[in-house]
Structure formats: structure tokens, C-alpha cells
């Protein structure tokens, strides 16, 4: 039996014990085996296929070029440290990334892209909810990846977020917005896969177009594998051409 692509999850500090498991449940589904990264715990891409950034915390606008923050932000200096560098360095090496609320504005900030650290103000004509069921009504947009993977019809999620993704980072195309005009999901135009979700949709298991963004990021991963099992084979062969 083919072992399952080993995914690494990285988590909030006060909410990755209720989070990681939602997550590593979805990805068993779709085949692949979760395992919980965050600071403090060994990061190391060479024992991993690919990678989902969690939700949680805020980012800090010094990420982005920003000086002043809004007072209720809550704020993790080091786990922005860490999944910036762990971003940069799986795209570098072609290995898929999913990021999930959090996760989708540290894809897009870690390309050098910018957040609106209060996306209400700036979307006025936006649903505000908050709330893990599926109450906010988003739009796929067509010839996407995520349309490939979700279909194109309006799609309904949660929402537990403040901030949102405002200038698009290196290689980002938006994927999805709401009605009120506020990106709801990007991903990267070229290969590695990298998607971004706004929402939750680790909450939304029961949902199979939810399941299926799990779903594509496993089998990029275990394509990824795949690929790289072949070329350590080529250059063993090159190295021994009698073996």
C-alpha cells in the first residue's frame, strides 16, 4: 500500500488543540496524514509533501510595510516568522501549500503582497458574519484552480476573519470574492499548487466541495512525491550506471 503523502499543519498557540484536528480529519479523508507544526516544534520540509498554513492570530502589518495596527489585533511575532519562511521555502522547492483564513493573507504576504488590517471598513458592502456555519455567500471565479477543484456555482462559507487580502502578491490571481467586493481566496497562476481561503473549510467536512479543496491539495502532494522519488532514481542511475 502507497503511505499516505505526510502533510504539515501549522496552528495558533491558543487555538491548535480544537484546530489541528478538524484539519488532520480532513486530510485522513483525502488520504494524507496531518502532522502539527507551530514555534517551538522541529519545522523541517524534508520530512513532509506539503503544507496547510492554519488560522488564528492576526498578522502583523510589519510584515507588509504598515507601522500602525489596529488595537484589537492579537498578534504572534513568532509564528509570522515562521510560516513566512516556511511559505517561501515550499514554493522555492515545488511543494504545495494550502492556507487556510490566516493562512490565505500569509500566502499573499509572504509573496510580498498587503493585507487591510480591517476589512469591514474598506468592504462596507460585505456580509459581516462570524460564525463556523455556512452563512456568507462567495463567488468562485471561473478559470481557476479553484473552480477546477470546486465547481463555479455561488458557494456558501463561514467567516471568522477581520482582516483581508488587499494588494495581490507575486503570482497571485484572485479565486473567489464576495458580493461587497473582498477577495475571498487566491492562488498561484503557475505551478507549485498554492490556494488561499478566506473561510473555514476544515469546519465544513459534511460539504464535499469543502472536501475536495483537501482532496486537491493531497494528490498535488503525492504527485510531488511521486516526482521526486523518480529523480533521486535518475540520479542514483547517473551516479552508478551499473546499478
Same mark, same amino acid.
Given at each position: 500500500?502507497?503511505?499516505?503523502?505526510?502533510?504539515?499543519?501549522?496552528?495558533?498557540?491558543?487555538? +491548535?488543540?480544537?484546530?489541528?484536528?478538524?484539519?488532520?480529519?480532513?486530510?485522513?479523508?483525502? +488520504?494524507?496524514?496531518?502532522?502539527?507544526? @507551530?514555534?517551538? !516544534?522541529?519545522?523541517?520540509?524534508?520530512?513532509?509533501?506539503?503544507?496547510?498554513?492554519?488560522?488564528?492570530?492576526?498578522?502583523?502589518?510589519?510584515? #507588509? @510595510?504598515?507601522?500602525?495596527?489596529?488595537?484589537?489585533?492579537?498578534?504572534?511575532?513568532? !509564528?509570522?516568522?515562521?510560516?513566512? %519562511?516556511? =511559505?517561501?521555502?515550499? &514554493?522555492?522547492?515545488?511543494?504545495?501549500?494550502?492556507?487556510?483564513?490566516? @493562512? $490565505?493573507?500569509? =500566502?499573499?504576504?509572504?509573496? /510580498?503582497?498587503?493585507?487591510?488590517?480591517?476589512? #469591514?471598513?474598506?468592504?462596507?458592502?460585505? %456580509?459581516? *458574519?462570524?460564525? &463556523?456555519?455556512?452563512?456568507?455567500?462567495?463567488?468562485?471565479?471561473?478559470?481557476?484552480?479553484?473552480?477546477? &477543484?470546486?465547481?463555479?456555482?455561488?458557494? !456558501?462559507?463561514?467567516?471568522? *476573519?477581520?482582516?483581508? &487580502? %488587499?494588494?495581490? +502578491?507575486?503570482?497571485?490571481?484572485?479565486?473567489? *470574492? %464576495?458580493?461587497? @467586493?473582498?477577495?475571498?481566496?487566491?492562488?498561484?497562476?503557475?505551478?507549485?499548487?498554492?490556494?488561499?481561503?478566506?473561510?473555514?473549510?476544515? *469546519?465544513?467536512?459534511?460539504?464535499?466541495?469543502?472536501?475536495? =479543496?483537501?482532496?486537491?491539495?493531497? $494528490?498535488?502532494?503525492?504527485? /510531488?512525491?511521486?516526482?521526486?522519488?523518480?529523480?533521486?532514481?535518475?540520479?542514483?542511475?547517473?551516479?552508478?550506471?551499473?546499478?
Amino acid at each position: 500500500m502507497t503511505p499516505r503523502p505526510r502533510i504539515a499543519v501549522t496552528t495558533s498557540k491558543r487555538s +491548535g488543540w480544537r484546530i489541528f484536528p478538524l484539519v488532520a480529519l480532513n486530510l485522513w479523508l483525502a +488520504g494524507g496524514r496531518a502532522v502539527r507544526w @507551530g514555534t517551538g !516544534r522541529n519545522a523541517d520540509l524534508d520530512c513532509v509533501d506539503g503544507l496547510v498554513i492554519g488560522g488564528g492570530d492576526d498578522i502583523s502589518p510589519h510584515l #507588509y @510595510g504598515m507601522m500602525q495596527m489596529v488595537a484589537a489585533a492579537r498578534l504572534d511575532p513568532a !509564528r509570522d516568522a515562521l510560516e513566512r %519562511d516556511l =511559505i517561501k521555502a515550499a &514554493i522555492a522547492r515545488d511543494m504545495p501549500v494550502l492556507g487556510i483564513c490566516r @493562512g $490565505a493573507q500569509m =500566502i499573499n504576504v509572504a509573496l /510580498g503582497g498587503t493585507l487591510h488590517q480591517n476589512a #469591514y471598513e474598506v468592504h462596507a458592502g460585505s %456580509d459581516r *458574519h462570524w460564525t &463556523i456555519l455556512p452563512r456568507k455567500q462567495v463567488n468562485v471565479c471561473p478559470r481557476t484552480r479553484l473552480a477546477a &477543484i470546486a465547481g463555479t456555482d455561488k458557494m !456558501r462559507v463561514n467567516a471568522l *476573519h477581520s482582516q483581508a &487580502i %488587499d494588494r495581490l +502578491g507575486r503570482d497571485l490571481c484572485i479565486a473567489a *470574492h %464576495d458580493r461587497g @467586493g473582498m477577495i475571498q481566496a487566491v492562488e498561484r497562476t503557475r505551478d507549485p499548487f498554492a490556494l488561499g481561503v478566506q473561510w473555514h473549510p476544515e *469546519h465544513l467536512v459534511y460539504a464535499r466541495r469543502q472536501r475536495a =479543496i483537501f482532496a486537491a491539495l493531497v $494528490a498535488a502532494a503525492r504527485a /510531488g512525491r511521486t516526482q521526486s522519488v523518480q529523480l533521486r532514481a535518475v540520479d542514483a542511475l547517473a551516479q552508478d550506471p551499473t546499478s
